[in-house]
């Protein structure tokens, strides 16, 4: 139990680490016209494939993991 109480700051840090990254990778890079109301995807349906839809389940799950490692720093 004093091995997870000394490495549990570290996994916490890395989990957000990783999570900012998987964030940051998701941006779709809008451009201006975005942002008043002028985006490609607005009319039709958009679905993930390939490795978006990889990235977005990875983050899912980080997500989770961080959740988790921050009630387990409660409780520990």
């Known amino acids: 139990m004093e091995t997870l109480l000394a490495y549990l700051p570290y996994i916490q840090i890395a989990l957000a680490l ?6 940051v990778l998701q941006n779709r890079g809008a451009s201006l016209g975005g942002a008043f109301g002028g985006d490609n995807f607005a009319s039709t349906f958009y679905k993930r494939r390939g490795a978006e839809k990889f990235l977005f389940n990875a983050t ?6 961080f959740v988790l490692a921050a009630i387990a720093g409660l409780f520990v």
């Open 18 to 23: 990783l999570l900012i990254t998987g964030i």
């Open 60 to 65: 899912v799950v980080l997500a989770v993991l």
